[in-house]
């Protein structure tokens, strides 16, 4: 299977789509099959996820892994998408009087498992459009609350901007969680509005943002070299994992289940050859490694 196969991590640069980062990196590459684990706002910097060649279908393991954020929110005006690229709504509202000790009140209960109605300018879909898509039409959109998983907000630092009070967080949370909302909740809570100003994702489960790689734009240079993560080595980092033989990696390259597992689990398993390289993703079942995803040997890294 011709073609580069693995994991890139990349450390987005601000004022660029996810979609611009993962053309950008098919053409530079030489291969159309790249995919992401999770977009990030054009706004936003920080750790985008992207699998190449078989590395797309590894993905799939990788996208609900938990977040870490961090960013700037800013209390006293809210704005149609919760972000400053969003139009303010209504009159400023003085914030810069906020005592820590009141702030830290209002994120009391947005910690832990809470209920979120996402962004109304998310992707989330709506009758088979997407909610940004409605809303920049004009339409009233309605979000269901989702539950989501924040085990970390806190306040590292934070400064009066006239009447604005901007706080600079740190967010840990589960896949799905919007942060925009976060801030647009908490100045509700305060009862001052809130929008966000800066957002950096530092890390995505296990993978941390000094681990990404700067992808030029069209025009800064076509010599970059962008070294792949070996499935082997990515599938290890968030399952468990056994090693088989050469007669078990060869039994899992078509397909067939291996003896040797106990009972029956929905635990996923990352599968390895002697030499680190991924086989398989696979699952306990009655008492055999069945395999759910399957690398073919000539991609295998």
């Known amino acids: 299977m011709s073609g580069p196969h693995g994991i890139l991590l990349v450390d987005k640069a601000p004022d660029r789509t996810s979609h611009d980062v993962v053309a950008r990196v098919r053409w530079l590459l030489g291969t159309k099959k790249v995919g992401h684990a999770g977009t990030l706002d054009p706004m936003a910097t920080g750790v985008l996820v992207l699998g190449v060649g078989q590395g797309?279908?590894?993905l799939t393991y990788l996208v609900g892994l938990d977040k870490t954020y961090t960013a700037t929110i800013r209390l006293?005006?809210?704005?149609t998408t919760?972000?400053?690229?969003?139009?303010?709504?209504g009159e400023v509202v003085p914030a810069a009087h906020l005592t820590e000790s009141q702030v830290e009140a209002a994120l009391v209960p947005m910690r832990g498992e809470i209920q979120q109605v996402p962004s109304t300018v998310s992707a989330i879909k709506v009758d088979g459009k997407r909610a940004y898509a409605r809303a920049?039409?004009?339409?009233d959109v309605e979000l269901a609350a989702r539950g989501v998983r924040i085990s970390r907000f806190e306040v590292l630092g934070r400064r009066e901007e006239g009447p604005h009070l901007d706080l600079d967080v740190v967010v840990s949370c589960s896949s799905g969680t919007y942060v925009r909302a976060l801030a647009r909740d908490l100045g509700a809570a305060l009862g001052v509005g809130g929008h966000l100003t800066a957002?950096?994702?530092?890390?995505?489960?296990p993978f941390g943002v000094d681990e990404g790689l700067h992808v030029p734009a069209?025009?800064?240079?076509d010599d970059v070299e962008l070294p792949l993560r070996g499935l082997g080595t990515t599938a290890a980092a968030v399952l468990p994992t056994i090693t088989v033989d050469e007669s078990g990696a060869s039994d899992l390259a078509v397909g067939r289940p291996l003896p040797g597992a106990e009972g029956t689990s929905e635990q996923l398993v990352a599968a390895l050859d002697a030499a680190g390289a991924l086989c398989a993703v696979v699952r306990a079942e009655k008492g055999r490694w069945k395999p759910l995803l399957v690398v073919p040997l000539d991609a295998r890294s």
Do not use: K, P
């Open 56 to 58: 797309t279908r590894l």
């Open 82 to 89: 919760d972000d400053c690229e969003g139009e303010e709504i």
């Open 199 to 205: 957002l950096r994702r530092t890390a995505v489960g």
């Open 76 to 79: 006293g005006r809210a704005t």
């Open 136 to 139: 920049r039409a004009g339409e």
């Open 218 to 221: 069209r025009g800064e240079g």
